[in-house]
């Protein structure tokens, strides 16, 4: 669907008409037209590639889009899965036919790294129908279920891979739901450390819609990362949190320089018409000034992301829309309202063999009668809603010198016809100086100036009506155009902007943020009120008109919670966990001063919050580590939870895992609850070190093992660890059963159903409590919690694999 428009329930419900408010009855998709007249005439206006091209580029447009993945995770997982997928999948699709018809088997991207991006075209319900293929598709749906793959628009990809995330970079992802990006931005931080290690950095995934941001949590959780947090803020108005060197740091009234980021990606809300291809009720919704109503926030969002940014780091604004008012216009209007202070950068070496187009200079706009339109000043009146025509000059294009002199064509155009894509559209910005008052209130200076001329001009050349006048007018505004250029470019290309510049910290002095002049400051939402404090924002012109109550969230706050102090430190004395693994980052959602489950994040998330105390709205952060067990003899009150295991495993106390060999896994794989005379002396020796009604860790190290005579169906690099339960004559998984089935089908090559046998016995077992044949098993589901499941969706138990 268009992105801005709200979801449809199943078979796409009935569309509006637009003009008499009467539903239009229902069309499936074939049906519906894949054409669209002012689509068309509108984009052959722009000339976004050549008249002869553009047939190719209008029916690439309607062709379905093949199916996309990416292969997520850990860089050794992600390596055993493209592993399985090339020994396994590929050939066997490559030998397969349907109908006569051979299969064309699924194929890596050629510019996504590591061949971990990959496309097919087997269309789905040819997918899901053919018995043959059902194998490849339910693959892809336990796959994409436990989070080791994520089906995703090919071009969708492109922009975290463009925003060169490092492991130390303080990354916040602007408008993140659902997610997919966020999860390519979370695995280039943890790309870049020793497997074990926790980066420095952290990756802020917000939000401002709180549903979708619950949908975030589902997405994230399947990563593993403690170095995440999800927020929920309008992005243009995302808070200031400072560096906490005043008085009150952590209650929001803290002062010091404000944290910025390395690193911001701003996927802004669009119009969509970049997906026709996916979205065919693109075609009947279509208009032009869709994107009228959407350059003004897109607009804010990324000037505040202009804000946000440290001075020499890095953003990418993208949107899957190809309309330039969404997309140049935002861009150059930005860059001109900062003045030099961001610039766009040169990327095209980077991702060679991604095929792509510059950025245009110019372009026209389309009013809802139809006509097209190269100023505002030959607009009329009740050509365009009021709501528009405030922003209208930010719909066109600054004009050719200036558009030039920001190097508008470092911005990347995506089409359909390029490599059979969705479209895209891709700008990557620097922040070469920082954004000061002082730079501000000069623009502000010249903004006003500017317009007093033009308005001035434009006076005169009405009321003479002729065309002498008017040649002066455009001369005038194109000398000044071409003197800010000038200045511009001087300053952009040096990287030492001639211009007096300040440190944020300076500013802030130096212009003394009195009281009295903070309480003429206009009052933003409740929760980001803090923000009207911010100096950096006196000046900006897009502080929001109506105050916006933000209810307070659904859930608990998080709480850190003591390591060395009540049921925390029991805890961590019974599975051994000493210093090594970061004590402060301990955390939980207090319900009446006990906790179900305790969380677990980096020293840089918990330094994140705690600087920015209740400014920042939290939906949800770090990796359940603990969950409150339900076994009333087990050793200790709270058990392992599968998605922390990797977390943990590196400070449990050694004899809680487990290593064996791969027969032993099997047993552990193939058998509910195997006993513990199935498997193998070394391995019983092991567990008997064991407290009794515990969890464990049974542990498989393909390397360590690469002699043994029984070897893993495929070849496996990635260490296995998985959570158990041993009891007094058993053992039992504790993971959810398609991570299990998952994992079962990439170690065993088959599949098992554990279903009905498994749920049985869970249903005969509230407690854990010996069985007839002297096995016992874990009540799962009163290990779950609640409100975290609800909000995700689904277990959040994880995969294993380990660096
Ligand atoms: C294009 S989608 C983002 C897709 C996402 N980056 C991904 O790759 O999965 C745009 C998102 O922006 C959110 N959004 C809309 N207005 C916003 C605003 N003012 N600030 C922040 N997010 C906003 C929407 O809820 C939506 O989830």
């Not at 100086?433 to 500017?450: C, T």
């Not at 030492?496 to 903070?518: C, D, L, V």
């Given at each position: 669907m268009g992105r801005m428009g709200k979801r449809k329930g199943k078979g796409g419900g009935k569309a509006k008409n637009h003009v008499s408010g009467e539903r239009a009855a229902y069309r499936s998709f074939d049906e519906l037209r894949r054409d669209n007249e002012s689509f068309r005439k509108y984009y052959q206006a722009q000339k976004l590639v050549d008249a002869d091209e553009f047939p190719a580029f209008m029916?690439?447009?309607?062709?379905?889009?093949?199916?996309?993945?990416?292969?997520?995770?850990?860089?050794q997982q992600a390596v055993d899965i493209r592993e399985q997928i090339m020994t396994e999948f590929v050939p066997y699709l490559r030998s397969i036919s349907i109908e006569g018809v051979d299969v064309e088997p699924p194929h890596p991207l050629a510019w996504y790294p590591h061949n971990f991006g990959w496309q097919f075209t087997i269309p789905r319900i040819a997918l899901k129908k053919s018995a043959a293929l059902g194998k490849f598709h339910s693959f892809l749906v336990t796959e994409t279920e436990v989070g080791n793959i994520s089906r995703q628009e090919a071009v969708s990809m492109v922009p975290p891979l463009l925003l060169d995330v490092q492991p130390q970079?303080?990354?916040?992802?602007?408008?993140?739901?659902?997610?997919?990006?966020?999860?390519?931005?979370?695995?280039?931080?943890?790309?870049?450390?020793?497997?074990?290690?926790?980066?420095?950095?952290?990756?802020?995934?917000?939000?401002?819609?709180?549903?979708?941001?619950?949908?975030?949590?589902?997405?994230?959780?399947?990563?593993?990362?403690?170095?995440?947090?999800?927020?929920?803020?309008?992005?243009?108005?995302?808070?200031?949190?400072?560096?906490?060197?005043?008085?009150?740091?952590?209650?929001?009234?803290?002062?010091?320089?404000?944290?910025?980021?390395?690193?911001?990606?701003?996927?802004?809300?669009?119009?969509?018409?970049?997906?026709?291809?996916?979205?065919?009720?693109?075609?009947e919704k279509w208009r032009a000034d869709d994107a009228h109503s959407l350059n003004p926030i897109q607009t804010k969002i990324l000037q505040r992301a202009a804000y946000l940014l440290k001075t020499g780091g890095r953003m990418v604004y993208s949107t899957c829309s190809l309309n330039p008012i969404e997309n140049e216009a935002v861009v150059a209007h930005v860059l001109s309202h900062f003045e030099g202070a961001l610039r766009l950068v040169d990327v095209s070496a980077e991702l060679p063999e991604l095929r792509r187009r510059p950025g245009l200079a110019t372009w026209k706009v389309m009013t809802r009668d139809g006509e097209l339109h190269e100023t505002p000043a030959s607009i009329a009146t009740n050509a365009m809603p009021r709501s528009h025509r405030r922003y209208v000059d930010a719909f066109f294009p600054l004009d050719r010198a200036r558009m030039d002199a920001l190097h508008i064509e470092r911005c990347?155009?995506?089409?359909?016809?390029?490599?059979?894509?969705?479209?895209?559209?891709?700008?990557?910005?620097?922040?070469?100086?920082?954004?000061?008052?002082?730079?501000?209130?000069?623009?502000?200076?010249?903004?006003?100036?500017?317009?007093?001329?033009?308005?001035?001009?434009?006076?005169?050349?009405?009321?003479?009506?002729?065309?002498?006048?008017?040649?002066?007018?455009?001369?005038?505004?194109?000398?000044?155009?071409?003197?800010?250029?000038?200045?511009?470019?001087?300053?952009?290309?040096?990287?030492?902007?001639?211009?007096?510049?300040?440190?944020?910290?300076?500013?802030?002095?130096?212009?003394?943020?009195?009281?009295?002049?903070?309480?003429?400051?206009?009052?933003?939402?409740?929760?980001?009120n803090n923000n009207s404090n911010d100096d950096d924002e006196r000046m900006a012109p897009y502080l929001p008109d109506e105050p916006r109550?933000?209810?307070?969230?659904?859930?608990?706050?998080?709480?850190?919670?003591?390591?060395?102090?009540?049921?925390?430190?029991?805890?961590?004395?019974?599975?051994?966990?000493?210093?090594?693994?970061?004590?402060?980052?301990?955390?939980?959602?207090?319900?009446?001063?006990?906790?179900?489950?305790?969380?677990?994040?980096?020293?840089?998330?918990?330094?994140?919050?705690?600087?920015?105390?209740?400014?920042?709205?939290?939906?949800?952060?770090?990796?359940?580590?603990?969950?409150?067990?339900?076994?009333?003899?087990?050793?200790?009150?709270?058990?392992?939870?599968?998605?922390?295991?990797?977390?943990?495993?590196?400070?449990?106390?050694?004899?809680?895992?487990?290593?064996?060999?791969?027969?032993?896994?099997?047993v552990v794989l193939e058998q509910i609850n195997p006993l513990l005379e199935s498997l193998s002396a070394p391995t019983r020796e092991r567990i008997a070190a064991v407290p009794m009604s515990s969890s464990i860790i049974v542990r498989y190290d393909p390397a360590a093992h690469a002699a043994d005579a029984e070897q893993p169906f495929t070849r496996l690099t990635a260490v296995l660890a998985l959570p158990c339960w041993r009891g007094?004559?058993?053992?039992?998984?504790?993971?959810?059963?398609?991570?299990?089935?998952?994992?079962?089908?990439?170690?065993?090559?088959?599949?098992?159903?554990?279903?009905?046998?498994?749920?049985?016995?869970?249903?005969?077992?509230?407690?854990?409590?010996?069985?007839?044949?002297?096995?016992?098993?874990?009540?799962?589901?009163?290990?779950?919690?609640?409100?975290?499941?609800?909000?995700?969706?689904?277990?959040q138990d994880q995969s294993m694999g380990q660096e």
């Open positions: 029916e690439a447009m309607r062709t379905v889009l093949p199916t996309n993945f990416r292969i997520t995770g850990s860089r970079h303080l990354v916040l992802d602007m408008c993140a739901a659902p997610g997919s990006k966020t999860a390519q931005l979370v695995e280039a931080l943890h790309a870049g450390v020793a497997p074990g290690e926790t980066p420095r950095g952290l990756v802020v995934a917000n939000d401002a819609d709180y549903k979708r941001a619950c949908m975030l949590v589902h997405q994230v959780n399947r990563l593993n990362s403690p170095n995440i947090v999800v927020t929920n803020h309008s992005g243009e108005r995302f808070p200031n949190i400072y560096d906490g060197a005043g008085a009150g740091a952590g209650t929001g009234g803290g002062r010091g320089a404000a944290v910025q980021f390395d690193r911001i990606l701003c996927d802004v809300p669009c119009s969509g018409d970049g997906t026709t291809r996916k979205n065919v009720r693109v075609w990347m155009r995506i089409y359909s016809h390029l490599q059979n894509t969705g479209g895209f559209f891709v700008a990557v910005l620097e922040k070469v100086a920082p954004i000061s008052v002082n730079e501000k209130k000069k623009a502000a200076e010249r903004a006003e100036r500017l317009q007093r001329e033009y308005d001035e001009l434009d006076l005169e050349r009405k009321r003479e009506q002729g065309a002498a006048a008017e040649a002066e007018a455009e001369a005038v505004s194109a000398a000044e155009a071409v003197a800010v250029a000038v200045a511009a470019a001087e300053d952009a290309e040096s990287g030492a902007p001639k211009r007096q510049i300040e440190t944020e910290a300076e500013t802030e002095e130096e212009t003394g943020a009195t009281a009295a002049s903070e309480a003429k400051r206009p009052k933003v939402d409740s929760a980001d109550e933000d209810p307070a969230l659904p859930e608990n706050p998080f709480v850190f919670l003591d390591a060395d102090a009540g049921e925390l430190k029991n805890i961590l004395a019974f599975y051994g966990i000493g210093p090594s693994m970061s004590r402060r980052g301990f955390l939980s959602r207090m319900e009446n001063s006990t906790y179900r489950s305790v969380y677990h994040v980096s020293d840089s998330v918990r330094r994140l919050m705690e600087l920015a105390g209740q400014r920042l709205r939290v939906v949800n952060t770090g990796i359940r580590v603990f969950n409150r067990n339900c076994v009333k003899d087990a050793g200790c009150a709270y058990r392992l939870v599968c998605e922390g295991v990797p977390q943990l495993l590196p400070h449990l106390a050694p004899h809680f895992v487990v290593d064996v060999p791969f027969a032993d896994l099997r007094h004559a058993s053992i039992s998984v504790h993971m959810d059963k398609n991570q299990l089935g998952s994992l079962i089908h990439r170690v065993l090559g088959h599949t098992i159903d554990r279903s009905s046998e498994g749920r049985l016995k869970l249903a005969n077992n509230t407690r854990s409590a010996p069985q007839d044949d002297g096995t016992e098993t874990q009540d799962q589901e009163l290990d779950q919690e609640p409100d975290r499941e609800q909000m995700q969706g689904q277990d």
